[in-house]
């Protein structure tokens, strides 16, 4: 498994589509010219970094190269950039679609809620942590909204015939709709979904429903998005209960509960920390163990 910036640069796009998905999905489809060179990763859960226009713009700026790192350098305010799941891919038609989870609040989801056709977006580095190793003869998922998308991605390029658990916590059963439609009438894949848990509104379900979960026999593969303490949560008992070795479960904290909070706390110990992470990348572990060792370091600086 690797967090891997796919190549340099980045890519622009317009909405050419809007559509409300479920009652808490947005769907919107981008396009341009750029996007047919937009790199496939083959994992259901790659994502991209997507940069909002400013108030006033049309579209974010370019980003500049500095040290061969593209990014926002010289800008004082840069654009507001936010991570999401690709649920479809078509270099063909130079298209990308993104369906964006609704919030209460915050940046993307007002965007989200009101763009129209034509606003520009600039989308910035490709990462994805679905790994299952070729032996696997199952798989579990575990998803809040956030995860949702990548998810029904999963389960929709499912190979023929993989028995496929779903458990899922969302604010309504309709936000379920593209799931239970990439799921089909398949015998061999259950939807199990919780409503009115998680997603900002108490305590998520998912780290729970993992533990009390009888995992398949033979050799499989769990798959686990959402809020980030309930990721590490359930990362604990997927190696503690089940005793599943690392190449077979992969946590990803898509979000956080406390993030004014964890922003502001981190701000304060930033080269630390970073050097924490960076340091658990030498030693060995992969990008989501080295933010564990980062985050737990922050709780003993901040205690």
């Known amino acids: 498994m690797t967090d891997t910036l796919t190549r340099p640069g980045f890519w622009t796009a317009t909405v050419h589509e809007v559509r409300r998905l479920t009652p808490h999905l947005q769907r919107i489809v981008l396009r341009g010219p750029d996007l047919a060179h937009f790199p496939r990763l083959g994992a259901p859960d790659e994502s991209v970094t997507i940069y909002l226009p400013r108030p006033g713009e049309a579209a974010p700026p370019p980003m500049t190269l500095r040290g061969e790192v593209w990014g926002y350098h010289d800008e004082p305010h840069p654009p507001i950039g936010r991570n999401y799941s690709v649920r479809a891919v078509d270099p063909a038609g130079a298209r990308l679609t993104i369906d964006f989870a609704l919030h209460d609040h915050g940046p993307a989801t007002s965007w989200a809620r009101q763009a129209g056709t034509g606003a520009g977006l600039l989308l910035w580095r490709c990462r994805a942590w679905f790994r299952p190793p070729a032996d696997t003869r199952w798989l579990v998922l575990a998803a809040d909204l956030s995860g949702l998308p990548a998810a029904t991605r999963a389960v929709a390029e499912r190979p023929p015939g993989l028995p496929v658990r779903v458990l899922v916590d969302l604010p309504d059963l309709a936000d379920a709709r593209d799931l239970l439609a990439a799921a089909g009438d398949d015998p061999t894949v259950h939807v199990d ?54 190449d077979r479960a992969v946590c990803v904290g898509y979000w956080r509960t406390d993030s004014a909070d964890w922003e502001r706390r981190y701000a304060r110990f930033r080269p630390l920390l970073d050097q924490v992470y960076q340091d658990g990348l030498a030693a060995g572990l992969n990008p989501v163990e080295a933010g564990d060792r980062m985050e737990e370091a922050l709780e003993r600086m901040t205690r």
């Open 193 to 246: 979904v919780r409503v009115g848990v998680g997603n900002g509104h108490g305590p998520g379900s998912l780290a729970d429903r993992l533990r009390e979960t009888t995992l398949p026999d033979g050799p499989g593969y769990v798959w686990v998005a959402g809020e980030a303490g309930e990721c590490r949560t359930a990362r604990s008992v997927l190696r503690t209960v089940h005793r599943l070795p690392r």
